[in-house]
């Protein structure tokens, strides 16, 4: 039996929503975790702490996935394609720090593929990409209730009006990389 080699990547790219929804699309994502990160808050924050502006924290998934089956370069290419790596603190309506466009490296080597694949995206975009990348210091995982959020939510207006149509995006930008339907 094959053992997994798995690989972590965390980012924020806007409401963490909408970035767990379009990575549990992901052939060879095992997890994603919504959370939060970035931040100089102590303790553990809140939804509503981090909502407030006031933490520093971004919210961010943890994409916990099989580098057997998706590299980490192709993980990043999706998710600067996925959101608007050309606005700083927002995302569409979303706006404030916690929504900023930002990658997590864990070590040396994803930063060094973040640089790589920043400068390789940004000739398609019009406006100069704003992501920050940063090592991660800590992780918080988010409340329960955010996990699996749009599984969960999907006819609520925000899912229908925002996430929807970045995954209908993603089906055509990335279909080589979706899981079979069959798979949730």
């Known amino acids: 039996m094959n053992t997994m080699n798995l690989g ?4 924020g790219g806007g409401c963490f929503w909408c970035v ?7 052939k060879g994502v095992e997890k994603v975790v919504s959370g939060y990160s970035g931040g100089n808050a ?29 590299s980490y370069t192709d993980i990043l290419t999706i998710f600067m394609t996925s959101h608007d790596p050309t606005t700083l603190n927002r995302q569409g309506a979303d706006i404030g720090t916690q929504y900023r466009s930002v990658i997590y490296y864990h070590n040396a080597e994803q930063k060094a593929i973040a640089e790589a694949v ?12 704003v992501t ?17 959020y749009y599984a969960n939510n999907s006819s609520q207006g925000y899912c229908s009006a925002v996430i929807t149509p970045k995954l209908a995006k993603l ?14």
Do not use: W
């Open 132 to 148: 920050e990348i940063s090592p991660l210091d800590i992780f918080y995982e988010a409340e329960e209730y955010h996990q699996d």
């Open 42 to 70: 102590p303790g553990k924050p809140t939804y509503r702490e981090v909502c407030s502006g006031k933490t520093g924290h971004a919210e961010v998934v943890q994409i916990h996935f099989d580098k057997n089956q998706i």
């Open 8 to 11: 972590l990547a965390t980012v």
């Open 118 to 129: 920043i400068e390789n995206v940004a000739p398609y975009f019009d406006e100069p990409i």
């Open 171 to 184: 089906r055509k930008m990335h279909a080589d990389k979706l899981k079979d339907v069959s798979v949730s």
């Open 20 to 26: 767990e929804a379009v990575f549990r699309q992901i």
